[in-house]
């Protein structure tokens, strides 16, 4: 039973380069969710996606972007890596209110 | 200006003691809570949550209290476990929206 499966976990980036995270579910959720963790400020939502083909943005959406081209699939892309984008990132996919969160992917822009 | 606060960052309590964890939300629109637990290295889980029309919500150990006129949420564990200790955030939205709004996170420590 994966669930939410983010890669990768650990990624050092230099300023103004480009990567994409990437995670992908197994249980057929529609809605799926990036958000950022950084201390002192909880969990932010970056952007959002209510089934394939639809993406929507989230509270701190500036520098990333996202596609949804499977229900299965929600890649969220860095095209110039600035260093405050240093962060922990999370994918989370939905049911029935409860989000399901995947392990994280700590990122590093030098 | 934040929508969620969770005013303690930290919380130390004896095992077996009750541990309580507090959220203040600003919106009334907010509708259903959500309490996740987070332990370093992983992703958040799930730990129980709680809509507007009831005010109290309980699963085994963990109870969700909800006090809508003076838009607060608690999370009461008892009695509380070393295994507890975590980081716990509270969340909130708007049924037929899709954001979710979290707090800050209070970290528990529960003292063998």
């Known amino acids: 039973n994966a669930g939410v499966t983010q890669t990768p976990k650990f990624q050092v980036l230099k300023t103004g380069q480009s990567m994409t995270l990437q995670c992908a579910q197994d249980m057929n959720h529609e809605y799926m969710s990036w958000y950022r963790q950084d201390p002192g400020m909880g969990l932010r939502l970056i952007h959002y996606?209510?089934?394939?083909?639809?993406?929507d943005q989230g509270e701190v959406p500036n520098g990333y972007n996202v596609s949804r081209s499977t229900t299965e699939d929600f890649p969220l892309r860095l095209l110039s890596a600035a260093p405050s984008q240093t962060s922990v990132y999370f994918c989370a996919s939905r049911d029935n209110g409860e989000l399901f969160f995947g392990e994280g992917s700590r990122l590093t822009v030098l | 200006d934040q929508q969620v606060k969770q005013n303690s960052p930290s919380l130390s309590v004896q095992e077996g003691r009750i541990s309580i964890l507090n959220c203040d939300y600003t919106n009334s629109m907010f509708d259903y809570f959500l309490w996740y637990k987070k332990y370093p290295a992983e992703g958040p889980t799930f730990l129980i949550s709680i809509s507007s029309i009831k005010d109290k919500n309980e699963d085994g150990r963990f109870t969700v209290f909800l006090n809508k006129s003076a838009k607060h949420l608690s999370l009461h564990i008892v009695p509380s476990q070393p295994g507890d200790s975590a980081v716990y955030f509270c969340a909130v939205y708007t049924s037929g929206t899709y954001k979710y709004i979290f707090g800050t996170g209070t970290r528990l420590k529960v003292l063998a």
């Open positions: 996606s209510v089934g394939a083909g639809i993406t």
